[in-house]
């Protein structure tokens, strides 16, 4: 099983030029989130959805795109890249199947990226 | 809103030693899970361990236990005979009871364990 998926690993992006960071999970999770971590803090929610078609803003949205049309891909889009975005950025899934707290977070390997 | 506050930057431990990392919470929510997460140098996430609100027993996972005093709001990481492999990033999150939803993490605590 691979889990969640994240490419790619290492980005660095020029100020204004755009990219999608791509989430891929094999385990028929129904929420996906996105998540980003700047140095010595932590993880700060971007955006989440709880279904393919279903996306919802989390606390640091500004800057940032989702889709969801399947229930195994969840991309997240940067548009004009600002240094402010320079960050690692996780993407995670879960499940809402199963007693409380069986259904953790299962978060891919991290993508970090660098806007100069 | 939900907050987590984690107040120890950095913390320096002698092997083998029991070590607490503390966690205190904040949310009007009378349903709530807590969780704790590992980050070694290498980047993942890793969890730990789970309490949800009603449960009246403190969770155990392995060398792992979670002290969780409700009515003061802490959730403080039990980490029993310190390894050098627990030499990581530790981060407090809460979410929802269920466990499944979107979580709001601390700042963390850096453990170093010292051979």
């Known amino acids: 099983n691979a889990g969640v998926t994240q490419t790619p690993k290492f980005r660095i992006l020029k100020i204004g030029q755009s990219m999608t960071l791509q989430c891929t999970q094999d385990m028929n999770h129904n929420y996906m989130y996105w998540y980003r971590q700047d140095p010595g803090m932590g993880l700060k929610l971007i955006y989440y959805?709880?279904?393919?078609?279903?996306?919802d803003k989390g606390e640091v949205p500004n800057g940032y795109n989702v889709s969801r049309s399947t229930t195994e891909d969840f991309p997240l889009r940067l548009e004009l890249a600002a240094p402010s975005q320079t960050s690692v950025y996780f993407c995670a899934s879960s499940s809402t199947q199963g007693a409380p707290g069986a259904n953790v977070l299962t978060f891919g390997a991290g993508s970090r990226l660098t806007v100069l | 809103a939900q907050k987590i506050t984690q107040t120890q930057p950095g913390m320096f431990v002698q092997e083998k030693e029991a070590v607490t990392l503390d966690c205190t919470y904040d949310?009007?929510?009378?349903?709530?899970?807590l969780f704790w997460y590992k980050q070694p140098s290498s980047g993942e996430m890793i969890f730990l361990i789970y309490?949800?609100?009603?449960?009246?027993q403190n969770a155990t996972e392995g060398r792992y236990s979670l002290n969780f005093q409700k009515a003061r709001k802490s959730a403080n990481l039990v980490i029993s005979a310190s390894q050098l492999g627990d030499s990581a990033m530790y981060f407090c999150?809460?979410?929802?009871?269920?466990?499944?939803?979107?979580?709001?993490f601390g700042t963390g605590t850096r453990l170093t364990i010292i051979p």
């Open positions: 959805s709880v279904g393919a078609g279903i996306t």
């Open positions: 949310t009007s929510d009378q349903s709530y899970g």
């Open positions: 309490q949800g609100s009603y449960d009246e």
């Open positions: 999150a809460m979410g929802s009871n269920f466990g499944n939803e979107k979580l709001t």
